[in-house]
């Protein structure tokens, strides 16, 4: 059985544990994309994202713009910063769409893998957040140094206090729904050895990393002093833990296509328990229409936001 409800401008189709969230306008594609865009790159989310638990509201002052550009900074290169917004388009169309590849134009590397990464491990934490009411344990822009490092491990760590259950979510952009399966499917094939590296490198190390107050106050005493993530999920008494996965992919979007999606993702991606726990799936597709337009459109309003960032604080 399908359910749909509405969320924002979405349609929301649900099935066992799979979700389809089909943005309005999909037969008409611009509208769609730009619409789309407009959401994701909303200064609201941007803040949000920044902030996680404490969300700031949006209210001019050097200080929001600030914190929106440099948020917003984390898709971008020294490269792309130099553009202007008119120059963008040709530019970043010509350097999109490409899978796991570096792009390069006139020897200049522009948008990386790493830049597309990053912004489906942002839309996803955004509806997590938003949508699912889960609680960011850390963004993961925050375990780069440098902004074209690719982010690593675990794409999405969350936590819901009312289950104690802690989110390990995985993410992936690709050009069809099967592109994406196969990725995920393979990343969920070494899961288990992901997720004790994620507790050793980012759980276990508050003194690194700024991990939410709300994880720390559950869990600091016993991450703190266990070695594996084994030990710490016996020592403090978890149970159950869950599995997102993120799909944004190309592909018509047509009446009925959000069945096919939830059909797809509910037979073919894998579901297995993970280190003796109680484990739950969920999984979430967006269809994007075209993955390198949908890219373009995305890159091209994150330099134009940036540059009106960038001019708005220097104007106050």
Known sequence: MVNAERYEQFTIYKSD?????????????????????????????????ANTLTPIE?????????????????????????????????????????????ISVD?????????????????????????????????????????????????????????????FGESKVC????????????SFSN?????????????????????????KDAFQEYTSVCISFEEFTKAASIRRICIPAFLAYGGEIQEGSAVTYLDKMNKKLTRNQILG???????ISLPIINKAQMMDVLMRKVVQKSNEYQKALYAI
């Open 191 to 215: 899961y288990e050895q992901q997720i004790k590296e994620e507790y050793k490198l980012v759980l276990s190390n508050d003194e690194v990393f700024n991990l939410s107050q709300e994880f």
């Open 58 to 102: 949006f209210v001019p002052s050097n200080k929001i713009y600030k914190k929106l550009y440099s948020t917003i900074g984390t898709f971008l290169n020294s490269e792309l910063e130099l553009l202007s917004f008119d120059d963008a388009s040709g530019d970043v169309l010509d350097v999109l769409g490409e899978e796991y590849e570096f």
């Open 107 to 167: 020897g200049k590397t522009l948008i990386q893998n790493d830049k597309i990464g990053k912004i489906g491990e942002y839309i996803f934490h955004l509806l997590l957040s938003d949508y699912y009411g889960i609680h960011c344990i850390i963004p993961k822009f925050r375990c780069v140094t440098d902004r074209n490092m690719s982010v690593f491990g675990i794409d999405a760590l969350f936590y819901n206090p009312e289950t104690r259950s802690i989110y």
């Open 17 to 49: 544990v799979s979700s389809a969230f089909i943005y309005a306008d999909f037969d008409k594609p611009d509208i769609f994309m730009e619409g789309l865009a407009e959401f994701i790159l909303r200064e609201t989310n941007l803040l949000n994202y």
């Open 175 to 186: 050009k069809t729904i099967d592109n994406a399966i196969s990725l995920i499917n393979r």
């Open 277 to 283: 726990l109680e484990t739950e799936y969920l999984f």
